[in-house]
């Protein structure tokens, strides 16, 4: 199907907004795949060093209670030597030298005035100790603390009397951590690899998994290309995903759509060419008759004048109506709207259709049930209540009747046209609302009928956010209903 100038616009607006799509899903597919790893990183961080601190205080735990034994088995071994007045004694100094030579440490032994009996570091032997754990413990609390920074435990074990209760000294251990450390690291460091190939693995995943995201949308641009190219005669099926398979039952409506749209505006313009050509082509038999007789009478001349005026008036109502559509097929098209009394404009409308009832002898009668005041624009609604009520007058029969009703509610106000004419069959009924569609052709060329009219009169009620329809039953008359807002609103 070749595409024309009028479906491109309305193509490109597709295109762009599918290409537009479709780079907002590249954007997406590089965000899946970072929001992919970070899913995959986060976790595996989070167990990563949740692990390591597991290990270390878990490893700070055992090996505090493991001083914390050690010194208080010490601690009943110096009150059977009495050691805290003759350090001296080599199986003490031999228990002490092994402990701190076991956990790499420092052991410090002070006497109940916290004068430091023995340091295995020979550094403060002699001195007072007066820091908050030995303070502490020789209120007969047991503490220890755990410097990370510094990687070591600090441990204290109080010193009873032997037999009693009552604290005479303070065992103070510091043991160092560095083997913690170091295992914590070599824990920390190959976690990291095993993250770093976890990461891997999972940016190949990713990549596959976006790429597998956004094929279906590739697929449905493609089809947006070969539309732009003019071949549309494919119906697009992606059902990868939900949403893919909305997006091709939208895009499957779209084409059928502008095939339709296509086939439509191909009818319009044939029959706007011949309706336009009928006029012109019977000026010119009239003309080139009248140039074959020069001696006609001036009768003669005065008739054929006549038609000639009779066809240029047609062709000026074709155009009129033609541009009358023209300007309500525009998008956003302008509404002048105002406050006006329906009940008088009705009257005015009818009051300028009275000479064609009469000429017609149709009787009009108009009904209101109640003051209607309602917002809309005046000249499109007078154009729809016109060519509904000329219709209506046209249409009819010798000694027939229009009657044109106007009632509301608290949202719509309603107007009815009803006449006693011909009618309108079934199965032309969905078709009336066409441009240029006429149910008898010849009848209607007769009468002067563009074709046009209710096409407008649809045009003007749909520009006012209304509703038309048609009720008829062929030699049984047709009655237009009619719905607009009281308030209009502007989208």
Same mark, same amino acid.
């Given at each position: 199907?070749?595409?024309?100038?009028?479906?491109?616009?309305?193509?490109?607006?597709?295109?762009?907004?599918?290409?537009?799509?479709?780079?907002?899903?590249?954007?997406?597919?590089?965000?899946?795949?970072? &929001?992919?790893?970070?899913?995959?990183?986060?976790?595996?961080?989070?167990?990563?060093?949740?692990?390591?601190?597991?290990?270390?205080?878990?490893? @700070?735990?055992?090996?505090?209670?493991?001083?914390?034994?050690?010194?208080?088995?010490?601690?009943?071994?110096?009150?059977?030597?009495?050691?805290?007045?003759?350090?001296?004694?080599?199986?003490?100094?031999?228990?002490? $030298?092994? &402990?701190?030579?076991?956990?790499?440490?420092?052991?410090? %032994?002070?006497?109940?005035? &916290?004068?430091?009996?023995?340091?295995?570091?020979?550094?403060?032997?002699?001195?007072?100790?007066?820091?908050?754990?030995?303070?502490?413990?020789?209120?007969?609390?047991?503490?220890?603390?755990?410097?990370?920074?510094?990687?070591?435990?600090? @441990?204290?074990?109080?010193?009873?009397?032997?037999?009693?209760?009552?604290?005479?000294?303070?065992?103070?251990?510091? @043991?160092?951590?560095?083997?913690?450390?170091? $295992?914590?690291?070599?824990?920390?460091?190959?976690?990291?690899?095993?993250?770093?190939?976890?990461?891997?693995?999972?940016?190949?995943?990713?990549?596959?998994?976006?790429?597998?995201?956004?094929?279906?949308?590739?697929?449905?641009?493609?089809?947006?290309?070969?539309?732009?190219?003019?071949?549309?005669?494919?119906?697009?099926?992606?059902?990868?995903?939900?949403?893919?398979?909305?997006?091709?039952?939208?895009?499957?409506?779209?084409?059928?759509?502008? =095939?339709?749209?296509?086939?439509?505006?191909?009818?319009?313009?044939?029959?706007?060419?011949?309706?336009? =050509?009928?006029?012109?082509?019977?000026?010119?038999?009239?003309?080139?008759?009248?140039?074959?007789?020069?001696?006609?009478?001036?009768?003669?001349?005065?008739?054929?004048?006549?038609?000639?005026?009779?066809?240029?008036?047609?062709?000026?109502?074709?155009?009129?109506?033609?541009?009358?559509?023209?300007?309500? *097929? =525009?998008?956003?098209?302008?509404?002048?709207?105002?406050?006006?009394?329906?009940?008088?404009?009705?009257?005015?409308?009818?009051?300028?259709?009275?000479?064609?009832?009469?000429?017609?002898?149709?009787?009009? @009668?108009?009904?209101?049930?109640?003051?209607?005041?309602?917002? %809309? *624009?005046?000249?499109?609604?007078? &154009?729809?209540?016109?060519?509904?009520?000329?219709?209506?007058?046209?249409?009819?029969?010798?000694?027939?009747?229009?009657?044109?009703?106007?009632?509301? *509610?608290?949202?719509?106000?309603?107007?009815?046209?009803?006449?006693?004419?011909?009618?309108?069959?079934?199965?032309?009924?969905?078709?009336?609302?066409?441009?240029?569609?006429?149910? *008898?052709?010849?009848?209607?060329?007769?009468?002067?009928?563009?074709?046009?009219?209710?096409?407008?009169?649809?045009?003007?009620?749909?520009?006012?956010?209304?509703?038309?329809?048609?009720?008829?039953?062929?030699?049984?008359?047709?009655?237009?209903?009619?719905?607009?807002?009281?308030?209009?609103?502007?989208?």
């Amino acid at each position: 199907m070749y595409i024309r100038s009028g479906e491109w616009v309305i193509i490109s607006r597709v295109r762009r907004r599918f290409i537009l799509r479709d780079r907002i899903f590249k954007n997406m597919r590089f965000r899946f795949i970072i &929001l992919f790893l970070l899913a995959g990183l986060v976790p595996c961080l989070a167990v990563l060093f949740g692990s390591v601190n597991f290990y270390e205080l878990r490893a @700070v735990e055992l090996r505090t209670a493991e001083i914390q034994n050690q010194c208080t088995i010490l601690c009943n071994q110096l009150n059977n030597y009495s050691y805290l007045t003759d350090p001296t004694s080599e199986v003490i100094n031999a228990n002490i $030298t092994q &402990l701190t030579n076991i956990y790499n440490g420092r052991v410090m %032994i002070m006497d109940r005035e &916290l004068k430091v009996v023995k340091d295995t570091y020979s550094l403060d032997e002699g001195k007072t100790d007066v820091s908050e754990n030995v303070i502490r413990c020789m209120r007969g609390e047991t503490t220890n603390h755990y410097d990370r920074r510094n990687h070591y435990i600090e @441990v204290t074990s109080p010193i009873l009397e032997p037999g009693g209760d009552e604290v005479i000294g303070v065992m103070l251990a510091s @043991v160092s951590t560095d083997n913690i450390e170091v $295992t914590r690291r070599i824990i920390l460091t190959q976690g990291s690899v095993v993250v770093g190939i976890i990461m891997t693995l999972l940016a190949v995943l990713g990549v596959f998994l976006a790429d597998r995201m956004v094929r279906p949308i590739h697929k449905i641009t493609g089809a947006i290309e070969n539309v732009t190219e003019g071949y549309s005669d494919d119906v697009l099926h992606v059902e990868t995903f939900t949403e893919t398979r909305q997006l091709s039952e939208a895009f499957n409506k779209m084409l059928g759509r502008l =095939k339709l749209l296509d086939e439509s505006r191909e009818e319009f313009v044939s029959n706007v060419s011949h309706e336009l =050509k009928t006029p012109m082509t019977s000026v010119k038999v009239l003309a080139d008759s009248l140039l074959e007789m020069p001696d006609a009478p001036v009768e003669m001349y005065r008739e054929f004048m006549q038609d000639i005026a009779k066809e240029i008036d047609r062709e000026n109502q074709i155009i009129t109506d033609l541009l009358s559509l023209v300007k309500m *097929d =525009k998008t956003g098209q302008n509404m002048n709207i105002k406050s006006v009394n329906i009940n008088d404009l009705l009257e005015q409308t009818l009051k300028r259709l009275r000479p064609i009832a009469e000429k017609n002898n149709v009787e009009m @009668v108009m009904e209101s049930f109640r003051p209607v005041t309602a917002e %809309i *624009d005046e000249m499109k609604f007078t &154009l729809a209540i016109s060519n509904l009520v000329e219709n209506g007058i046209k249409y009819n029969r010798d000694n027939g009747w229009v009657h044109v009703s106007l009632n509301a *509610d608290h949202k719509y106000f309603y107007i009815k046209v009803e006449d006693s004419g011909i009618g309108i069959p079934e199965e032309d009924q969905p078709h009336i609302f066409e441009r240029f569609y006429r149910v *008898d052709k010849s009848h209607s060329r007769e009468i002067g009928g563009t074709g046009l009219g209710l096409a407008i009169a649809r045009n003007a009620v749909i520009a006012h956010r209304g509703a038309i329809k048609v009720y008829s039953s062929e030699g049984e008359g047709t009655t237009f209903t009619v719905r607009i807002p009281l308030i209009y609103a502007a989208v």
